[in-house]
């Protein structure tokens, strides 16, 4: 066979192996977005308790967290493997306030069912609105647009005092090859986002969680 007809064979193969990609079959594919927390050498651990209860989900469609067209039609679906989506987030930012929560420091922090926390200084607890992916394909690229909208709120028992935040965040990126992975690393950023901006927003002072100064002065 000459080199010009393998050329033109090898494309096809590649055209055909490409257009099978760009249809979807409606199925539904799993990301785990579980991350094994980073080792840290705890020395000097904060003596305020913290616990954190289940986030309530609140999400209008709780049977995935994303859906990607296709170019030639149809739809693939994601949602998160293992645990529920509120209880991934709820263990997602436990992990996060033990490793590095206000001030980088190490924090006494511990998931609790609700109501169950009384000897706690801190009780978080939020709730999800909203946490997806919007995924379309086009010719030669797929468009990955995430958003999250967080509702979390602190009681002191201190002074019995309250502290409200809402969190919102989106992230948008194009790739060439497409891959789920490329959902999940988005989804996983678009979380971490959102947990930067709870402790940019919020500060420990005597024993309560509270808006930073910076919000205060606004």
């Known amino acids: 066979m000459k080199q010009s007809s393998l050329r033109v064979l090898g494309s096809a193969i590649m055209m055909a192996t490409m257009l099978a990609g760009c249809r979807g079959t409606g199925e539904m594919r799993y990301l785990d977005l579980r991350e094994k927390p980073p080792m840290v050498q705890v020395t000097d651990i904060d003596p305020i308790k913290i616990a954190i209860e289940p986030f309530d989900d609140r999400r209008a469609d709780k049977s995935r967290v994303g859906t990607r067209t296709h170019l030639w039609g149809g739809t693939t679906h994601f949602d998160v493997s293992g645990d529920r989506l509120g209880g991934l987030i709820t263990q997602r930012l436990a992990d996060r306030l033990r490793t590095r929560g206000w001030g980088d420091r190490v924090w006494n922090v511990r998931v609790a069912a609700a109501g169950s926390a009384a000897d706690a200084d801190i009780v978080i607890s939020g709730q999800v609105q909203d946490f997806s992916a919007t ?7 797929t468009v990955i647009d995430t958003t ?13 005092s309250t502290t409200i935040r809402t969190i919102e965040g989106g992230r948008s990126r194009t790739v060439f090859w ?41």
Do not use: C, H, M, Y
């Open 178 to 218: 497409f891959n789920q992975d490329d959902v999940r690393d988005q989804l996983a950023a678009t979380l971490k986002d959102g947990f930067d901006r709870l402790i940019v927003d919020t500060t420990i002072d005597n024993k309560a969680l509270r808006p930073s100064r910076r919000l205060v002065q606004e």
């Open 148 to 160: 999250s909208r967080f509702t979390i709120q602190a009681r002191n028992l201190v002074d019995r």
């Open 135 to 141: 995924v379309k394909s086009r010719v030669f690229s």
